[in-house]
């Protein structure tokens, strides 16, 4: 079985991201490659919180961003995910924004993704918080997904692999 993957916003933003500054340059790339040549490796699941956030953002491609998760399955908001993002805020794990970082990590956990991908390293993919993430979601019988950027899953097939 593949390993499931939740996309976070940030991933359809990199992918067409317009900015020439070598740090975004090298995230679309790396975006890109694992997008293009990776991806069809895991089973890749989004959610409706992603699509609003792209649809209310103000950036150039957001039209190009959402299409690129238009084949995706959505996880569902079930009722059980506003209180793990209640405990997320109150543990401050995440930061004050129900919509935003908790929602995502809740659902990637609720849904027991193996991985929330993104490019969010202040508060997702930061090995300083995985410890107390790990902690939490422990406390609420919560699977816990690995939270890492597509730098990190580009070494994801074996060598021995065609």
């Known amino acids: 079985m593949k390993p499931r993957v939740y996309i976070e916003t940030s991933i359809p933003s990199f992918y067409h991201e317009i900015r020439a500054e070598p740090e975004m340059v090298a995230r679309r790339d790396w975006t890109r490659h694992w997008w293009d040549e990776m991806r069809d490796d895991y089973l890749l699941v989004s959610s409706v919180a992603v699509l609003d956030e792209l649809q209310s953002g103000d950036f150039p491609n957001r039209d190009q961003a959402i299409e690129l998760l238009s084949s995706l399955p959505l996880v569902p908001l079930e009722l059980e995910i506003a209180e793990i993002v209640r405990v997320y805020i109150e543990q401050k794990v995440m ?35 995985f410890g107390h993430i790990r902690q939490v979601n422990a406390m609420l019988g919560l699977y816990i997904p690995l939270l890492v950027t597509p730098l990190e899953l580009l070494g994801g097939r074996d060598e021995t692999e065609g």
């Open 95 to 129: 930061p004050n924004d129900p919509v935003g970082d908790a929602l995502h990590l809740a659902l990637a956990s609720f849904h027991k993704c193996d991985f929330l991908l993104t490019w969010n390293c202040r508060h997702l993919a930061n090995a300083n918080k």
